[in-house]
């Protein structure tokens, strides 16, 4: 039990934080549960599970808004393009499909234009989702995140 | 889970009372169970897990069937549960199958027993499988890989909430490029090490069918040599297997397109995973795991191959 004079710089609002919450759940599964744990697929899943909740816990904002302006910015510069014209204005992500799918096998400006301008943001896109999801790799090879 | 699923094997397979049931392995797309009569008489349960990877147990217990029925090793299917009732999930049970002692890893198994599997599997691939239950039956062997690349892009879609714009351009690419095919063969579809059951250098039996098919067998001896069997010895030493007893022979760009073919059914398949968490019906976390981040490596390993 904590005693005034303990308490931080900026006390809680008669609830518990999500971060306290989530750092909670970690350090529990990991030093209580976790050495309990003889069952080999109960400290697979328990593994998985510490990194999935420190994954939550530190993941910050949604991308998803910012990631779809990204791609309508790089169609609306395809506007004239016909692989794009077809599909765009409407749903970014299925122009964006539509204008690769359209570019397979094709060498002409139109679908080289398609590759160069709509690839990078989509990888970029892709690369993010990567760094953030590396620690579950690592959990799901049966190692505690670091 | 395992009192109903006790009766149910003493009621269906005579299993003497008390029945016990120990999980095994850490499978994804199946849980797997031993179950233990007072007699010491031993079952493997094969249990769904929601539709993860968008396979079905009907059509994977059929075929194996047939492929028992055809000589092949693999463990006799004794009853199956396919309607959920009794467990929650569907599932199959088929006879314990004794193996070597398992090794802390089960992908590492020597040369011997590595190129047992190689002949194998090259004898899986010369069996007509036209009549062994397969769901897709493509009309003639050209069908065949654009059937499964179109299959693959179906689970995704169904698990999607939006085109995935980078998968739908590789399957572009795929349909593409898909090879011709003059013969249909019987392909494992997760063939290697980790899914075979082994006992003095011989194959005692092929595990985990979910994924057989109709195709092409390059796109099993691609699975091994890059995916499965990538951590039991070098590409090198497999390619000499294939070689000397499957008399298989790929250039560069063939090993690259089945690569990326198995890359895209993976990443297809496992997009499922992360459809099931949110949905609640498998919260498990390995679920999320796959679903993103197994994903994710699937696909960006994919895009390298698709924009080289």
């Known amino acids: ?146 | 889970m395992n009192g109903g699923l006790a009766e149910w094997l003493h009621t269906e397979l005579g299993m003497r009372d008390p029945v016990t049931i120990e999980r095994i392995g850490t499978g994804h797309s199946r849980a797997m169970y031993v179950a233990t009569a007072a007699d010491g008489r031993r079952v493997v349960v094969r249990m769904e897990q929601g539709g993860v990877f968008g396979t079905s147990g009907r059509e994977e217990s059929r075929v194996m069937r047939s492929l028992h029925a055809a000589g092949f090793p693999v463990a006799p299917i004794l009853a199956e549960e396919p309607s959920g009732a009794v467990t929650g999930h569907p599932f199959f049970v088929m006879a314990f199958i004794e193996g070597a002692e398992p090794a802390t890893d089960e992908r590492a198994v020597d040369e011997r027993t590595a190129a047992a599997f190689v002949a194998e599997l090259h004898r899986l691939h010369q069996l007509d499988g036209r009549q062994f239950g397969f769901d897709l039956l493509p009309g003639d062997p050209g069908e065949a890989t654009p059937l499964q690349i179109e299959r693959w892009r179906d689970v995704y879609r169904s698990a999607s909430g939006e085109p995935i714009a980078l998968l739908e351009e590789a399957a572009g690419w795929l349909l593409h490029h898909a090879p011709p095919l003059a013969e249909l063969a019987v392909v494992h579809g997760d063939a290697g090490p980790g899914n075979f059951v082994h006992r003095d250098g011989r194959i005692v039996a092929v595990t985990d069918w979910e994924f057989a098919h109709l195709g092409d067998p390059a796109e099993d001896w691609a699975f091994c040599l890059t995916m499965r069997g990538s951590r039991t010895m070098p590409r090198d030493a497999w390619l000499r297997l294939f070689s000397e007893h499957a008399g298989v022979s790929l250039d560069d760009q063939r090993w690259r397109y089945w690569e990326a073919f198995n890359l895209f059914k993976g990443a297809c398949a496992n997009r499922t995973c992360l459809r099931l968490f949110e949905s609640g019906r498998n919260p498990a976390p390995n679920m999320a795991i796959i679903g993103t981040a197994l994903h994710h490596v699937f696909l960006r390993r994919l895009v390298e191959i698709v924009h080289a």
């Not at chain 1, 816990?57 to 077809?86: F, I, K, W």
């Not at chain 1, 799918?101 to 892709?126: E, F, S």
Request: aromatic letters at 4%.
């Open chain 1, 1 to 146: 039990m904590g005693v005034p004079g303990d308490a931080p710089a900026e006390l809680p609002a008669g609830r518990a934080s999500d971060d306290a919450i989530w750092v909670s759940i970690s350090a529990t599964l990991r030093n209580v549960v976790l050495p309990a744990l003889s069952d080999p697929f109960a400290r697979a899943q328990t593994i998985q599970l510490i990194a999935l909740a420190e994954h939550a816990h530190r993941r910050g904002d949604d991308p998803t808004a910012r990631r779809t302006a990204e791609l309508e910015a790089v169609l609306d510069a395809l506007q004239a393009n016909p692989l794009v014209s077809e599909h765009w204005p409407g749903d970014p992500a299925a122009a964006a499909a539509a204008a690769l799918v359209a570019a397979v096998g094709r060498d002409d400006d139109a679908a080289n234009a398609v590759r160069a301008l709509i690839r990078p943001v989509l990888v970029r896109h892709l690369d993010e989702d990567l760094a953030s999801t590396t620690q579950f790799i690592e959990a799901f090879r049966g190692r505690l995140p670091a």
